[in-house]
């Protein structure tokens, strides 16, 4: 079993619609990280999150750390965010880059 | 706009060659670079944590003399890919944080990533 399981793999959705992609892990973590890969293969951070919950635009990140359970929502979702959304978790006293990925979500919005 | 330059984004390169990618922090100074490899429909496994003016720390499995890497300033690290084979195909990304190694409160920054294609 993978330390990193990220739900579902694939998600195809209607632009407008509300998007969540689930990320569990097994190991104690200082810090989850989802980042935004492109086509092109660039990668994006889009929050870093230890406790709580966070909000940038459309984009909302929650995590849980007694159920080692995060989501990240999309909300009223439009085909520029088609891209593999990327699940990290930094092990509890780990370097900074030290990450352990999950194999990504990815998701395709329609017009 | 982009903090961490990296370049060159496409490489093809004949087998036994060798391939030099760099990756740069743009604005800011960087102690520590990050160097993943991401095979398809893989996840990014880390191969080794770039230290400016010290060896590069490798994860397990991953030949220190196979992939050269050298920090010599705080805002360029180099990965180079020696006698590259087939099987070094893959798409390599680095990445670096404002807070040095052992900051875990500060976010990546990425660069761009490099797709190697060895023939």
């Known amino acids: 079993k993978n330390e990193v399981e990220q739900s579902p793999q694939n998600l195809t959705a209607q632009e407008g619609e509300f998007i969540t992609i689930n990320c569990s892990y097994s190991?104690?973590?200082?810090?989850l990280h989802w980042l935004q890969q492109h086509p092109g293969g660039g990668i994006v951070s889009l929050f870093m999150?230890?406790?709580g919950k966070k909000k940038h635009g459309r984009l909302i990140a929650t995590i849980n750390i007694q159920e080692k359970h995060s989501s990240l929502h999309i909300t009223a979702s439009h085909p520029r965010d088609s891209a593999v959304y990327i699940c990290?978790?930094?092990?509890?006293?780990?370097?900074?880059?030290?990450?352990?990925f999950g194999k990504g979500t990815k998701l395709s919005v329609k017009p | 706009g982009a903090v961490v330059s990296q370049h060159p984004s496409r490489v093809i390169c004949k087998s036994g060659t060798s391939v030099k990618i760099e990756c740069r922090s743009l604005?800011?100074?960087?102690?520590?670079m990050f160097w993943y490899r991401q095979f398809p429909k893989q996840s990014l496994m880390l191969m080794a944590t770039?230290?400016?003016?010290?060896?590069?720390?490798?994860e397990q499995g991953v030949e220190k003399d196979k992939f050269l890497i050298n920090h010599a300033s705080l805002t360029l690290s180099t990965l180079t890919v020696t006698s590259a084979h087939p099987e070094d195909s893959s798409f390599y990304i680095c990445?670096?944080?404002?807070?040095?190694?052992?900051?875990?409160?500060?976010?990546?920054?990425f660069g761009n990533g490099t797709r190697l294609t060895v023939t």
């Open positions: 990290a978790v930094l092990n509890y006293g780990g370097s900074q880059g030290n990450l352990i």
């Open positions: 190991v104690g973590i200082s810090a």
């Open positions: 770039s230290n400016e003016g010290s060896k590069a720390t490798y």
């Open positions: 990445s670096a944080s404002f807070g040095g190694r052992r900051s875990s409160n500060s976010p990546l920054h």
């Open positions: 999150l230890s406790s």
């Open positions: 604005d800011f100074q960087a102690t520590t």
